[in-house]
């Protein structure tokens, strides 16, 4: 008996292809799916385009068989002096232009509204998914990905539904329509151009197995490209600061090379597929005629049929090789498609409840019960975690790199929801609060402060667009940033430029301070929110801190130790545990860990 190989997993290979079918399968309705979608709003308008392109079609196909008859009927009636044949024949050929020219300035018109507002509509649907999906799919899906969606993906959409859609439609009916009319006019001759097809499928089957793999793998090479791109721009500082152009240069290039390669095999087969197409079909108008011209020797057919034929043969080839250049869209559109139709598949892995409970007021108590987390299913950062912090209170997370702080800060602003346990607010689970009532009651600053495009007023306002400029200036002050706004060029209408790159990287961190304290929450979290600042900076935060984080739940999250003195309460955690918990002299004057890295710290200023 013949050994079945047998992958690592425990899966033949039979069955991994079977699989892999499988998957196609799914991913190609998937793709079917989001498109209808797409094109139900637009239904009457698709409707009336599909008629048009058949209208505009059959009256194409309609011009060589009245050409045939002109000459067989209308020229022979005209010698013998009725000339009512051949002007009826000519009314009618005129009347087919006419339909076929408007009839495709109609479904041209038609198809662009399509295509644009399916285009339009999958923009928003991108835009709107990437926003809602939360924070653990951004962490593992890279923007230059993101990015590669909304750019190259969408373009080449908008390629084939903009011409290629059409083209295809239109040729496919052309084709068909031309040899139903040949085998009307003459059936022998409609034999020769079925006998012709069979090459013609073949060659084509054989192109569409090979483009099929390669546009897939060219989208995929076109994606790294644009991913390798937007990360090396984004991070252009590290870039320069560590000397990696020449190596980043070397990358880049392996990559564009790899994308010509791939555009280069595409273009090679349709080297071979278009001469193939284009013998294939003089081969058969050659045949066509030299059997047309026995027969009409020998009586069999008129001279205006034979001619229809030739027509016809010749007219059937010429779209073949327009829709082969434009099935290259089609594939390449799919593969676009279907990535697509995955980045809109997604599930966010945090989402609002069936039945939200409404907090419109919420006092800042927040409470973990049991609380277990992991970034993955093997990986335990919160074990088992209880804690209550009472409303108003000001809490300090402090202890080693990787001990949990920040994982705390991420469950209570919702980034992450539990694995375990549950963590309330107010005796609400945070699973069940609306999201709007969230993000108004709890407010996070972390580390990176950033600044959209804008002024600066509208970047403290962002949390509250409709604040006038009293409470903006009210914020900049309380935080210590009035001062040097007012110094900018033009105050606080001074566009910040690009994430803020004419302000400095302490400047930013003020500004983000009084975005947050201008959304008046209920619970406040700095996460290493004053690691950009001078020391001079963050006492002038600290004093506005104690200010503002009166009367409010606060969540302080530094390695300074200088910003923990304002808490009423410090955590010491370790390995996702509390260890030590206190107020910060308590523990200072004790001899556990904190007492230690507060004796470190002290050390490092002297």
């Keep these: 008996m013949r050994a079945v190989p047998v992958t690592p997993r425990g899966v033949t290979d039979e069955?991994?292809?079977?699989?892999?079918?499988?998957?196609?399968?799914?991913v190609r309705r998937r793709s079917l799916r989001l498109l209808g979608s797409l094109l139900s709003p637009l239904k009457r308008l698709f409707i009336v385009t599909v008629v048009l392109v058949v209208a505009a079609q059959a009256a194409k196909a309609a011009g060589p068989a009245l050409i045939a008859r002109a000459i067989d009927v209308g020229i022979p009636a005209a010698q013998d002096g009725s000339w009512g044949p051949a002007v009826l024949t000519g009314a009618m050929y005129v009347v087919t232009a006419l339909v076929a020219g408007a009839a495709t300035a109609g479904y041209i018109r038609l198809a662009a509204r399509v295509s644009q507002s399916i285009?339009?509509?999958?923009?928003?649907?991108?835009?709107r998914q990437t926003q809602r999906l939360s924070l653990e799919f951004?962490?593992?899906?890279?923007?230059?990905?993101?990015?590669?969606r909304q750019t190259a993906d969408l373009d080449a959409l908008k390629e084939l539904l903009d011409s290629g859609i059409t083209s295809l439609a239109s040729g496919f009916l052309y084709m068909m329509f031309v040899g139903i009319s040949l085998f009307l006019l003459d059936w022998q001759a409609g034999l020769v151009l079925l006998v012709a097809v069979i090459p013609v499928w073949l060659i084509t089957r054989w192109f569409q197995k090979r483009s099929q793999v390669l546009y897939r793998i060219s989208r995929v090479a076109s994606a790294r490209l644009i991913v390798n791109f937007v990360e090396t721009m984004t991070g252009i500082r590290a870039v320069h600061a560590f000397r990696r152009e020449d190596a980043n240069n070397r990358t880049?290039?392996?990559?564009?090379?790899?994308?010509?390669?791939?555009?280069?095999r595409t273009m090679g087969?349709?080297?071979?597929?278009?001469?193939?197409?284009?013998?294939?079909?003089?081969?058969?108008?050659?045949?066509?005629?030299a059997f047309g011209a026995f027969r009409v020797l020998d009586g069999q057919l008129e001279v205006g049929v034979l001619i229809a034929t030739l027509l016809y043969t010749k007219r059937f080839f010429q779209p073949v090789g327009q829709m082969a250049m434009f099935y290259n869209s089609f594939q390449s559109a799919a593969a676009a498609l279907e990535k697509i139709s995955g980045l809109l598949e997604e599930v966010p892995t945090v989402r609002q409840a069936e039945r939200p409970v409404p907090l419109p007021t919420a006092s800042g108590h927040l409470r973990f019960e049991h609380v277990r987390f992991g970034y993955g299913r093997d990986s335990v950062v919160l074990p088992d975690l209880d804690l209550d912090v009472p409303a108003g209170q000001t809490v300090a997370l402090v202890g080693q790199t990787g001990a949990g702080k920040s994982t705390v800060a991420k469950l209570v602003s919702r980034f992450y929801d539990v694995t375990g346990g549950r963590l309330l607010l107010d005796g609400v689970d945070l699973r069940e609060v609306t999201m709007r009532d969230l993000r108004r009651a709890v407010v996070m600053v972390t580390q990176e402060?950033?600044?959209?495009?804008?002024?600066?007023?509208?970047?403290i306002a962002l949390a509250r667009p409709d604040a006038d400029d009293a409470a903006i200036e009210a914020a900049a002050r309380a935080v210590g940033a009035h001062d040097f706004i007012t110094a900018l060029p033009e105050g606080y209408d001074t566009d910040v430029n690009k994430r803020g790159g004419r302000v400095s990287a302490g400047q930013r961190q003020l500004i983000s301070f009084a975005r947050a304290f201008l959304a008046d929450p209920a619970v406040l979290i700095l996460d290493e929110a004053t690691s950009s600042l001078d020391i001079p900076g963050e006492r002038l935060v600290q004093r506005g801190l104690q200010t503002l984080l009166a009367d409010r739940t606060a969540i302080i999250i530094a390695h300074r130790l200088s910003t923990v003195a304002i808490a009423d309460r410090v955590l010491v955690m370790s390995e996702?545990?509390?260890?030590?918990?206190?107020?910060?002299?308590d523990l200072i004057g004790g001899t556990g860990r904190f007492a230690a890295l507060h004796q470190a710290w002290q050390d490092s200023l002297v």
């Design 15 to 26: 069955e991994n292809s079977h699989l892999d079918r499988a998957d196609s399968r799914l």
């Design 119 to 127: 285009l339009l509509d999958l923009r928003q649907r991108v835009f």
């Design 138 to 148: 951004h962490e593992s899906y890279t923007s230059g990905r993101i990015i590669s």
């Design 252 to 264: 880049y290039a392996d990559l564009t090379e790899e994308y010509r390669h791939n555009n280069a």
């Design 269 to 289: 087969l349709n080297g071979i597929y278009d001469p193939a197409l284009q013998l294939t079909g003089n081969v058969t108008v050659a045949v066509a005629m």
């Design 449 to 459: 402060a950033y600044l959209f495009s804008g002024t600066v007023r509208d970047n």
């Design 576 to 585: 996702g545990r509390v260890v030590e918990d206190g107020a910060p002299e």
